[in-house]
C-alpha cells in the first residue's frame, strides 16, 4: 500500500467498544446505535434506498468503513444505511439468508461453509474490505525477541474452531512446524468476548486478541503484543461484503453504489493520517477516547490491514482455501466464479 504521507506518532492510551452499531429504519432490532448526533440527515426521496448492512463486529479494525458512513458517501450514492452488528459470522450469515440483511460483513468462509452445505440461494461476495488478520498475540510480559517457538509447552487462550482468527493463528504456526495439537495447549472453550478478562484472571500463557483488548491488556500492564497475526500470515481476504445471488441480480445498482461509497472509504484511508482516520469514525465509538482510536488505527494502518481496492482476487481466495484445509475445515473446494464477483469492486474504481 502506498501512502501519501508520513504517519504521525501517537501516544497509547486506553480502549473502547468493539460491540456496538449503528442503526435505524427497516432492520430487526439485533443490536444497533446510531453514534451521537454528527450522523448526516438523509432525506427519504423516491431516489434513496434504503439497505440494512450486518457486520460480524463493530470494530476498528473495520476504519474504511466507518469513514464511508461519517463521510456520507453512502448518502452521496442515494443508500440509507442500516448498520446492526451479529456478533459473529454465524448469526450474520444468518440475517443475510433469512432476508433480515441484505448485506452481510464478515469472514468469506462463512460464504463457502453454506455453498458447500447446498444452499439454494447462496452468498457471493462482491468486495473486499481488510488484507490482514486483525488479531495479536498478547504475552504477560514483554518479549522483544519473541520467536513463534516459545509457544511450545504453552497454554494459549484462542479463537472458536473453524473461525478465521483460530485458523489463521494454527496456518502461521503450521508454517511454523509447530503442530496446534501437540505442541502447545489452545484453550478454545472461552467466548470471542471474554478471552481478555480470562487472562486479565490468570489464565492462560498468551492470548489471541483484537483491538481495543490488545491495547487495554497493555495500557493495564496486564499483557504486551508480542506479535501480529495479520503480518505474520501475510496477505489473507479477512472480511468481505455479500448478498445472496438473488439480491445481488435484482438490485444491481443498489450493489454498485454501496461499493461505490465503500471505495471513497478507501481512498480516504489511502491518503490521510491515522489521526485524521480516527478523528473521522470517532462518533462510531463514543466510549473511546481519540487518542486511543489513533493508537489502534495506527496500529492497524502500520501493518498494511486495507486494500487500496476492493477487488477480491482469486489468488486471495485460493490462498483462503488453502487455509481451511490447512485447519482440516474444507471438505471440497469451491469455484472461485462461483462465490465471487468483482464485477462491482473494478467499477468503482476511479
Known sequence: MKKKFIPILLASTLAVSLLSACGSDHADDTVSHTPNNTTKAVSNTPETVSVTLNEVAHSIFYAPMYVAIENGYFEDEGIKLTLVTGF?????MTAVLSGEADIGF???ESSIYTYNEGANDHVVNFAQLTQRAGNFLVAREEM???????????????????????????????QHDIDPT???TINQSIDFGSTAAAFSEGLG???IEFEPSATILESENKGYVVASLGKDSGYVPYTAYSAKQSYINQYPDTIQGFTNAL???????QSHSPFEIAKVIEPQFPETDLNTI?????????QDTWKDNLVFEKSSFDLLQDILETAGELEKRTPYEDLVTTEFAKKAIK
Not at 88 to 92: H, L, Q, V
Not at 148 to 157: A, E, I, P, S, T
Open 88 to 92: 459473529g459470522a454465524d448469526k450474520t
Open 205 to 207: 500463557d498468551y492470548t
Open 144 to 174: 522483544p525477541d519473541f520467536d513463534w517457538d516459545d509457544l511450545k509447552g504453552k497454554n494459549v487462550l484462542g479463537g472458536r474452531k473453524g473461525g478465521m482468527p483460530e485458523m489463521v493463528f494454527e496456518y502461521i504456526l503450521k
Open 263 to 269: 471505495q471513497k472509504g478507501m481512498d480516504y484511508v
Open 106 to 108: 464478515m469472514g468469506s
Open 294 to 302: 489513533t493508537t489502534i488505527v495506527t496500529r492497524y494502518y502500520d
Open 182 to 184: 501437540t505442541d502447545l
